[in-house]
C-alpha cells in the first residue's frame, strides 16, 4: 500500500479536498503522480490545486525542498505571529 492517512473533505463548492500520508513502501518522486493516477475514476471532483500530501516530509519527498519549505512557512508563520514573534523570509 503506497498511502496511509488518508482524509477527504467536502468543500462548499462541492468539490473534495484530499490529504494523504505517503506510506513507507512508496518511492520518494512517484507519491503524488501515483495517487492521482489511484483516482482517475473520481478526478474531476476533487481540487487538486487544494488537495496535498499531510505533512512537510511527504511534500519534501513528492515536490521537493522548496515546496516543503514553502509549506512550512505558510502553516507555521501565523502561528509564529500569533505568540509574537516576527517571522521573515
Given at each position: 500500500?503506497?498511502?496511509?492517512?488518508?482524509?477527504?473533505?467536502?468543500?462548499?463548492?462541492?468539490?473534495?479536498l484530499?490529504?494523504?500520508?505517503?506510506?513507507?513502501?512508496?518511492?520518494?518522486?512517484?507519491?503524488?503522480?501515483?495517487?492521482?493516477?489511484?483516482?482517475?475514476?473520481?478526478?474531476e471532483?476533487?481540487?487538486?490545486?487544494?488537495?496535498?500530501?499531510?505533512?512537510?516530509?511527504?511534500?519534501?519527498?513528492?515536490?521537493?525542498?522548496?515546496?516543503?519549505?514553502?509549506?512550512?512557512?505558510?502553516?507555521?508563520?501565523?502561528?509564529?505571529?500569533?505568540?509574537?514573534?516576527?517571522?521573515?523570509?
Amino acid at each position: 500500500m503506497e498511502f496511509k492517512d488518508v482524509e477527504i473533505q467536502c468543500q462548499h463548492d462541492g468539490e473534495l479536498l484530499v490529504k494523504v500520508g505517503m506510506s513507507e513502501h512508496c518511492k520518494a518522486g512517484r507519491f503524488w503522480a501515483t495517487l492521482q493516477n489511484a483516482c482517475i475514476p473520481v478526478m474531476e471532483l476533487i481540487d487538486w490545486e487544494q488537495s496535498q500530501p499531510k505533512n512537510v516530509y511527504d511534500i519534501f519527498c513528492s515536490y521537493g525542498i522548496d515546496s516543503a519549505w514553502k509549506c512550512f512557512v505558510e502553516v507555521c508563520a501565523p502561528i509564529f505571529v500569533a505568540i509574537g514573534f516576527r517571522f521573515t523570509c
